[in-house]
């Protein structure tokens, strides 16, 4: 099929928010490189504000509640059938949008499916004789896919932050009127093997706010809201818990104010990338080769420690071979702390 042939390609892109926040780059070049292209996007309704930088694109939520159960999933592939797309791309790689995309398949349709590069992950985590080369990351790869579909294109350049705009009341009112410089920072997981160790943590909010104007800890789950709503007790001219109180949206706002974020292989390194905030990375389990350190990132803003065990998860959940979690304790919140200034610049 050639490109003139395809007048409207569905997109499929289910699974998990970091992997969704990735993707958005890929579609910003195919939107840009073709205008004429009618592009429905079946995603889940709360990623919604992930895409709001691809303009013209239309939207199917796979999670409405008339698509739920297996009569739902009927009432879904029927929706999709009746939409007439000339291609699929299945960004995704997930049991439901292989089930769907490839019912989807007569002759004069084009599927293409997403390689999630398992093997060269577990050569990168296996205990010993691990293969040390970058994985190819999921945005270069979902143009790739695109490319294979007879829609090539170059990836856009990275976002780079305007600041530009004022914060609306809702973020307002909890972040206040910006003077200096603002610092995000997302350290704790729900997995060791990528979680900052606590005693650092709290070292490194105490560090940032005896320096900066307002420093922001976000977090998700009760036990990460905790440590937030702590360190917002404890400076509370200075640090501001966001923890479970902005939308999606507001989020992303914010990270735009944001001069600096200091954060772990979680969601908020992939959503400031969108916004085109720098982030300081900290890796421990995982590595910046398993995917990538945020798309337009600067490697060097990118932490970790030498060590022959890692990386040893792709996402964090395996226990630590010695028990000790070295990888991530030897992170010094003053190493951190100074890489901060390096990119800030100004005293508060």
């Given at each position: 099929m050639n490109t003139s042939s395809i007048k409207h390609i569905l997109v499929i892109r289910?699974?998990?928010?970091?992997?969704?926040?990735?993707?958005?780059?890929?579609?910003?070049?195919?939107?840009?490189?073709?205008?004429?292209l009618r592009v429905t996007l079946l995603t889940h309704s709360a990623y919604e504000p992930l895409f709001a930088a691809v303009a013209g694109v239309d939207f199917l939520f796979a999670d409405q509640p008339q698509y739920r159960g297996l009569a739902g999933k009927l009432r879904l592939w029927w929706h999709i059938q009746r939409l007439g797309a000339d291609a699929v791309a299945d960004l995704s790689a997930t049991p439901l949008s292989r089930l769907l995309s490839q019912s989807l398949t007569p002759w004069r349709r084009r599927v293409a499916h997403l390689d999630k590069q398992r093997l060269e992950g577990k050569a990168l985590t296996r205990k010993f004789r691990k293969v040390m080369v970058q994985r190819t990351p999921l945005p270069t790869r979902s143009r790739d896919l695109f490319a294979s579909l007879g829609l090539p294109f170059c990836m856009p350049a990275p976002?780079?932050?305007?600041?530009?705009?004022?914060?609306?009341?809702?973020?307002?009112?909890?972040?206040?009127?910006k003077r200096s410089v603002w610092v995000g920072a997302s350290l704790l997981s729900s997995h060791h093997g990528t979680c900052y160790p606590l005693p650092l943590a709290a070292e490194l909010i105490k560090l940032l706010a005896s320096r900066y104007e307002r420093v922001f800890v976000f977090g998700d789950g009760e036990y990460q809201r905790q440590f937030c709503e702590g360190m917002q007790s404890l400076y509370p001219s200075t640090v501001v818990s966001v923890a479970g109180k902005l939308t999606l949206s507001q989020q992303l706002e914010l990270l735009s104010h944001l001069d600096v974020v200091v954060s772990i292989d979680?969601?908020?390194?992939?959503?400031?990338?969108?916004?085109?905030?720098?982030?300081?990375?900290?890796?421990?389990?995982?590595?910046?080769?398993l995917e990538s350190s945020g798309y337009g990132q600067d490697p060097k803003y990118a932490i970790q420690c030498d060590l022959p065990c890692r990386p040893c998860s792709t996402s964090g959940r395996r226990r630590c071979l010695f028990g000790s979690y070295e990888c991530m304790n030897s992170i010094a919140p003053e190493e951190v702390f100074r890489r901060v200034k390096a990119i800030t610049g100004r005293r508060k």
């Open positions: 289910l699974g998990s928010l970091s992997s969704a926040a990735m993707c958005v780059h890929a579609l910003r070049g195919l939107v840009r490189d073709f205008p004429e976002v780079r932050r305007t600041n530009t705009s004022e914060l609306s009341h809702a973020v307002e009112i909890l972040s206040g009127k979680n969601n908020i390194l992939r959503l400031a990338s969108l916004v085109g905030t720098p982030v300081i990375s900290l890796w421990g389990a995982t590595h910046p080769y």
